[in-house]
């Protein structure tokens, strides 16, 4: 807190009540210098502190130490104190250290509720080895403030990095209808390309989605959705807006055919066999690279045999500026996973090789290459 208020933030303090027993809502105060909030209500004058407006208010939210206890209400929802109504109602980034016992911090369960943080977009600052409070020595401490202030500075730096930059990015599944209640699908989850897009919007780009039908949607404020269910539709949407754009990321899942013929009325079991004669959809990508002006174009490509091969093919028919290889065969790769390996291969013939990671960190390497296209000077 000293750290921030040093280097020129406005801070304001949220403990739990747990918190003060360690340290006066005064010392708080006073460092910080605006008042400490705990309660739902003040006692005395019984009004009521507004965790919307604080999580409204603040650009980042930095939650250290992060108790085991506030980790697994946070990973699951709960919300019985101040802050964590707090950080349920924030928008802004969230950075969370945990801090605990050797023991508790190696506990499966720690692990999951990190990884189910990280799956919300929150950013780890990650635990450090050394003396705990039990005595015991190993991995738990609280990351050093002088950690927590660089990589918050980091980041804010990252966050305006794409500023005054738009973006068309897509992602998901597209659903070719044959009758009022069937079509022809993918397991897409559009988890990477959405990752990408929240990526952007955290870099200060403006960013425009065109997102085929998945449920699960969470997006940094700002982005500019289009639902689209067919590939027909999510070509028309990414037509008319490649245009405006300085860069397009195409990581939607299109489907390759849909039904030549669909019909108005649900297809009853009649025959034994069913043929189903199917035509080819647009290839949106395609379609882009033929359009292509100044913007950098980026696309995807899943493989399951002669990857790179294939990747060097599609990168060149497609007028790639780099295209994102993931490969079936990398156990954490994949439709519907949390996690990616890519590899990325670049129209000048550069490759580069990255670890299975979550899809979020995919999404920053990605976009850091992109920045070295978008940001030359
Ligand atoms: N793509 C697209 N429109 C399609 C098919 C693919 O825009 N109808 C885009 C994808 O979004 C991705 C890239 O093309 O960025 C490569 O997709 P992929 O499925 O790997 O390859 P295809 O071009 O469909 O070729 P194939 O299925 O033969 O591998």
Redesign the pocket.
Known sequence: MRLFVKSGAEVKVVSTKEGLEFITPLTLATLSKNPVYSEFYDKESGAWTNHVELGKWADIMVIAPCTANSLAKMANGLCDNLLLATYLSADCPVFFAPAMDLDMYAHPSTHKNIQSLLSYGNIELPAEEGELASGLKGKGRMCEPETILSMVEDFLKKKNSLRGKSVLV?AGPTHERLDPVRFIGNYSSGKMGIAIANELAQRGADVHLVLGPVSDQRLSAGIQLTRVTS?EE??LACQSKFKEVDAAI???????YRPKTQVDQKIKKKTKEFILELE?????????GSMKSSQTLV?????TNDEIE?AKD?LKK?KLDF?VLNSMKDPGAGFQKDTNKITILEKNGKRHNFDTKLKSEVASDIIDLLETYLCED
């Open positions: 897509n590939a999510m070509l195409l990581a939607a899942a299109v489907a390759d080819k959809t647009p290839d949106v990508l395609k379609q882009l696309g995807f490509a899943l493989e294939h599609k497609k295209i």
